[in-house]
Each structure stands twice: as structure tokens, then as C-alpha cells.
């Protein structure tokens, strides 16, 4: 079993930065694509970013390239999404999802773990 425990939202400001990280125990993360999701109020939960084991090849929704990082600890069994140039439509809830299976997928129904969730507010 992994467990995943998301950190660093909160309220910015349009135009403003965050740093969200997701630490992960019980297992490591050998060959685990990490990613992000997020779900804004009442509408479905969407993929944001995802990173292999490697750390190579990110891939990114639209919205989110040219603006937000994923980046990736082995090590500390961290992963990271660095998020800039916010907008009122980036706030939502952002949640971590661990993948066992070492390919990039958007489909959130490929993740086997996710972790609570950390909220994101951006005011305009």
C-alpha cells in the first residue's frame, strides 16, 4: 500500500505561485508514474500533469503547460508541482495519484493510489 499526503495550497492572488508537494510512505516508488489531478466545485476530477520514475518526459494538460512544473524526489519519495502565472480558474482541490505501472496515462481510472487532496484558491 502507498499513502499519499498532499501539501502546499492555499489562497493566492491571479499571477501568483505555489508549490504543491505530495509525500509518499509504505512503499517506494520504484517505477511509479506520479501525477496530478484536480477537481474544481461541481465538476469532474481532471488531470493536470503526470512524470515517470525517470523524472523525463512530463506531460501536461493544455491549460497547464507553459505554466506549471511537475518534478519528482526519488529519493525523498516526493513528487512536486510547481504552479505559476495562477488563475481564478486554477483553483480547485489538487490531489496526488501514484500509478504502479511505468507509462503516462490522463485516465485518472489507471492510478491505484491518491492522496487526500490539498485546496487551491486563486483570487482574482
Known amino acids: 500500500q502507498v499513502q499519499l499526503v498532499e501539501s502546499g495550497g492555499g489562497l493566492v492572488q491571479a499571477g501568483g505561485s505555489l508549490r504543491l508537494s505530495c509525500v509518499a510512505s509504505?512503499?517506494?516508488?520504484?517505477?511509479?508514474?506520479m501525477a496530478w489531478f484536480r477537481q474544481a466545485p461541481g465538476k469532474e476530477r481532471e488531470f493536470v500533469a503526470s512524470?515517470?520514475?525517470?523524472?523525463?518526459?512530463?506531460y501536461y494538460t493544455a491549460s497547464a503547460k507553459g505554466r506549471f512544473t511537475i518534478s519528482r524526489e526519488n529519493a525523498k519519495n516526493t513528487v512536486y508541482l510547481q504552479m505559476n502565472s495562477l488563475k481564478p480558474e486554477d483553483t480547485a482541490v489538487y490531489y496526488c495519484?501514484?500509478?504502479?505501472?511505468?507509462?503516462?496515462?490522463?485516465?485518472?481510472?489507471?492510478?491505484?493510489?491518491w492522496g487526500q487532496g490539498t485546496q487551491v484558491i486563486v483570487s482574482s
Open positions: 495519484a501514484a500509478d504502479e505501472r511505468p507509462t503516462q496515462t490522463d485516465d485518472r481510472a489507471y492510478y491505484d493510489y
Open positions: 512524470i515517470l520514475w525517470s523524472g523525463g518526459s512530463p
Open positions: 509504505g512503499r517506494s516508488l520504484y517505477r511509479f508514474t
